[in-house]
């Protein structure tokens, strides 16, 4: 079994950046798609940015692209999101998932799920 820790979230005025990392621990992740989703109070869980297992293939949500990207390095079973130009509409829980198989941009895609953290952008 395959478990997923975030980290790097915080506290962050519009327009600045943050790093989060997700390191995956257990059974190697090497080959899992992984992805980033995000979560505010009352709303359903999205996605934000996935990655193919080698790295080779990226997508985004619209409402990230050109300020968002993820990466890997299988050699440290981490996932990485780096966020530039956050705007307060980026606040939110970001979530780290993995999928086996192939991955993709629905929340069913992922069967693996880290416990969040949190990105707060505030001026």
């Known amino acids: 079994q395959v478990h997923l820790v975030e980290s790097g979230g915080g506290l962050v005025q519009p327009g600045g950046s943050l790093r989060l990392s997700c390191e995956a621990s257990?059974?190697?992740?090497?080959?899992?798609?992984m992805a980033w989703f995000r979560q505010t109070p009352g709303k359903e869980r999205d996605f934000v940015a996935a990655i193919n297992w080698n790295g080779g293939s990226t997508f985004y949500a619209d409402s990230v692209k050109g300020r968002f990207t993820i990466s890997r390095e299988n050699g440290k079973n981490t996932v990485y999101l780096q966020m530039n130009y956050l705007k307060p509409e980026d606040t939110a829980v970001y979530y780290c998932?993995?999928?086996?198989?192939?991955?993709?941009?629905?929340?069913?895609?992922?069967?693996?799920w880290g416990q969040g953290t949190q990105v707060t952008g505030s001026s």
């Open positions: 998932a993995a999928d086996q198989v192939r991955g993709g941009s629905l929340y069913s895609d992922y069967n693996l």
């Open positions: 257990g059974r190697t992740s090497s080959s899992y798609a």
